[in-house]
């Protein structure tokens, strides 16, 4: 026999007083902590893919587009540029590095990126087999890519032209076969959900000598080489300064340079805002459970007057029925507590499925982080309140007036 | 042991109470009689230290529980009266055993389990330890209330109007067991009760 058991008892006795309460109390919390866990998962996710990158350079068009499509891979990219052009500011002194994208298909959604050895170490790839590509149509595959489509070491496959696409229609299909020479060890950068091929694949696989293109160029112009393009640049600066000086050399061409910090910003910004919202919208819920939990203990404690009066003349103090009512209510809350991060998990499970089949985003980090810790406090204060005025009426029963009127 | 003295109570708007003075020695028993009004609960009250009296003193085993603090007051209650109400009640989410256990609990006078279950094998009702007092039928939670009562010894007993609601068989048996069980544990047992049926049963008595 102790407090907590008869708690607990008093609680299970009867459960439909305060399931309202702790569905509330659980949705509220549910709601917060899956806010919590999304906004530090995504932004970390983002932070590690940035990494070090400053600016890219692609087409014209929105740059907010620009940095979603060639640094997380989640949207299609804006065009491509020139290489020509494009020389001409990769080569200017405050660029320290540029790493070069071409791409245009997908095998299973997984896109097929033409780059170099400088993008798979940029994020600290290691490989986890073989070796990385070096000729055109070698590919080494990220460690997601190799699990979902189970491709092995010298397995092939043909791409299909399109972004995330499977592509329904037997034209879009290219029909050069691509060899896995390598698979990436896991990163945790997007490079887990890519296929990296050279450069000079991504152009050979749209080379359609064939077509229109360039007979209808005129006769004199030489392009014995036909003109090079690139999806885009990553670009890591060398000084301060240099996104002026840079932007303005695109400013006659078709290329852009996005700022990758304020795109960002402006993103999380966004994101932040509609997370805000929903954070609101579950504050005003724990609210309401609060007055719920304060309203089922009043209830429970009026009705209990009897018992309450009784466990006095068997011995119980004020302090005991105060502590056994104030007990109830962490009682309520904690498993409310426990019941809310429950569904925030079942939650992000979802969600994480979800990206995963739309942008190859998986969110799986489950672990209780310490701004849940700070939760379950204001939890428990939310319970401590809620109890506070019962458990003070409890401590004020005249148990000879009571005993006698029952 | 129980010994009163010059015992008066007033209600702050309401009657005033002076009751006789009261001896009641381990293993006695006695009957205070009295019409409704005379004050009888309130006398009752008094002695189990629910209320304080206005005037007066009440020492069970050398203790004056008047000049006990709230605090104090409870436990001495709770370790050395025992209180049989007109109507058993219980804590309704815990079994009729977790009841009994309740007693030495609250009041860190630690009596066994065992002890408990003797008593209600001696009620006849130690079958119904584990189920919850609303499943019993009323003379049975009136037996499990007296088991309540005794079990952890008691100094005093105290029953109010425990036979009014019952037939003459039923009362007579609820009588029975409250003597048989005062006596196992050599508790003062004092009953107050119109019920003037128990009048010829009881040697000791006095009228309010």
């Given at each position: 026999m102790n407090l907590l058991k008869i708690s607990w008892s008093n609680i299970k006795h009867k459960p439909l007083n305060t399931l309202l309460s702790i569905v509330l109390l659980s949705f509220g919390i549910g709601i917060i902590s899956m806010m919590l866990l999304l906004k530090t998962q995504i932004s970390e996710k983002f932070d590690r893919n940035i990494k070090d990158i400053d600016f890219v350079l692609a087409a014209k068009g929105s740059p907010l587009q620009s940095?979603?499509?060639?640094?997380?891979?989640?949207?299609?990219?804006?065009?491509?540029?020139?290489?020509?052009?494009?020389?001409?500011?990769?080569?200017?002194?405050?660029?320290?590095?540029?790493i070069p994208l071409a791409y245009g298909d997908n095998y299973e959604k997984f896109r097929i990126v033409g780059t170099n050895e400088k993008y798979p170490n940029h994020y600290g790839c290691t490989l986890a087999d073989g070796k990385l590509f070096s000729a055109?149509?070698?590919?080494?595959?990220?460690?997601?890519?190799?699990?979902?489509?189970?491709?092995?070491?010298?397995?092939?496959?043909?791409?299909?032209?399109?972004?995330?696409?499977?592509?329904?229609?037997?034209?879009?299909?290219?029909?050069?076969?691509?060899?896995?020479?390598?698979?990436?060890?896991?990163?945790?950068?997007?490079?887990?959900?890519?296929?990296?091929?050279?450069?000079?694949?991504?152009?050979?696989?749209?080379?359609h000598p064939e077509e229109p293109i360039a007979d209808s160029l005129s006769s004199d112009t030489t392009h014995a080489e036909p003109e090079r393009e690139m999806t885009a640049y990553l670009i890591k600066k060398r000084n301060k300064g240099a996104f002026g000086m840079l932007s303005k050399q695109t400013e006659d061409t078709t290329m852009q340079l996005a700022n990758v910090a304020v795109e960002n910003s402006r993103l999380m910004n966004n994101f932040g805002l509609g997370l805000s919202t929903i954070t609101a919208i579950a504050v005003v819920i724990m609210v309401i459970s609060f007055i719920s939990i304060f309203i089922s203990l009043f209830n429970s404690m009026r009705e209990r007057r009897y018992e309450l009066a009784l466990m006095r003349t068997m011995g119980g103090t004020r302090a005991t029925l105060f502590t056994l009512i104030i007990q109830e209510g962490l009682l309520l809350v904690a498993l409310g507590y426990v019941i809310g991060l429950l569904l925030s998990r079942a939650g992000l499970l979802v969600l994480s499925h979800f990206m995963k089949e739309s942008f190859h985003y998986g969110l799986d980090n489950l672990a209780v982080s310490a701004q849940e810790l700070a939760l379950l406090g204001l939890t428990l204060l939310v319970g401590l309140l809620a109890s506070a005025i019962p458990a003070w009426q409890a401590l004020k029963i005249d148990i000879s007036k009571t005993l006698t009127n029952a | 042991?129980?010994?009163?003295?010059?015992?008066?109570?007033?209600?702050?708007?309401?009657?005033?109470?002076?009751?006789?003075?009261?001896?009641?020695?381990?293993?006695?028993?006695?009957?205070?009689?009295?019409?409704?009004?005379?004050?009888?609960?309130?006398?009752?009250?008094?002695?189990?230290?629910?209320?304080?009296?206005?005037?007066?003193?009440?020492?069970?085993?050398?203790?004056?529980?008047?000049?006990?603090?709230?605090?104090?007051?409870?436990?001495?209650?709770?370790?050395?009266?025992?209180?049989?109400?007109?109507?058993?009640?219980?804590?309704?989410?815990?079994?009729?055993?977790?009841?009994l256990m309740l007693s030495p609990f609250l009041s860190g006078k630690k009596t066994p389990q065992s002890e408990a279950l003797q008593v209600l094998?001696?009620?006849?009702?130690?079958?119904?330890?584990?189920?919850?007092?609303?499943?019993?039928?009323?003379?049975?939670?009136?037996?499990?209330?007296?088991?309540?009562?005794?079990?952890?010894?008691?100094?005093?007993?105290?029953?109010?109007?425990?036979?009014?609601?019952?037939?003459?068989?039923?009362?007579e048996q609820v009588i029975d067991m409250l003597e048989e069980q005062a006596r196992q544990t050599g508790a003062a047992l004092i009953i107050v009760t119109h019920d003037k049926r128990l009048k010829d049963r009881f040697q000791k008595q006095i009228t309010l």
């Open positions: 940095m979603l499509a060639n640094i997380y891979h989640v949207d299609v990219p804006t065009g491509n540029i020139k290489v020509s052009e494009a020389r001409r500011i990769i080569k200017n002194p405050m660029v320290a590095e540029a055109p149509f070698e590919v080494t595959i990220g460690a997601d890519v190799a699990r979902e489509t189970g491709l092995k070491l010298g397995g092939t496959f043909t791409s299909v032209h399109g972004y995330d696409n499977a592509a329904e229609d037997a034209d879009a299909h290219h029909h050069q076969v691509f060899t896995v020479v390598g698979i990436f060890a896991r990163s945790n950068s997007v490079i887990d959900n890519l296929i990296l091929t050279p450069v000079e694949t991504t152009w050979m696989v749209h080379e | 042991m129980i010994d009163v003295r010059g015992l008066t109570f007033q209600y702050p708007s309401g009657p005033g109470f002076t009751f006789p003075d009261i001896a009641c020695a381990p293993g006695e028993h006695l009957l205070v009689l009295g019409q409704s009004g005379k004050g009888k609960t309130t006398l009752l009250h008094l002695l189990a230290g629910m209320i304080r009296p206005t005037a007066g003193s009440i020492r069970i085993q050398n203790t004056d529980i008047t000049q006990l603090d709230n605090r104090a007051l409870d436990k001495f209650r709770g370790q050395h009266i025992g209180i049989i109400f007109q109507t058993a009640h219980f804590v309704d989410s815990i079994s009729v055993i977790d009841n094998d001696r009620l006849n009702v130690a079958h119904k330890a584990g189920q919850k007092p609303a499943s019993l039928s009323v003379g049975e939670q009136q037996r499990c209330a007296i088991a309540r009562a005794v079990f952890h010894k008691p100094t005093v007993i105290l029953a109010d109007e425990p036979t009014s609601a019952l037939d003459d068989k039923n009362a």
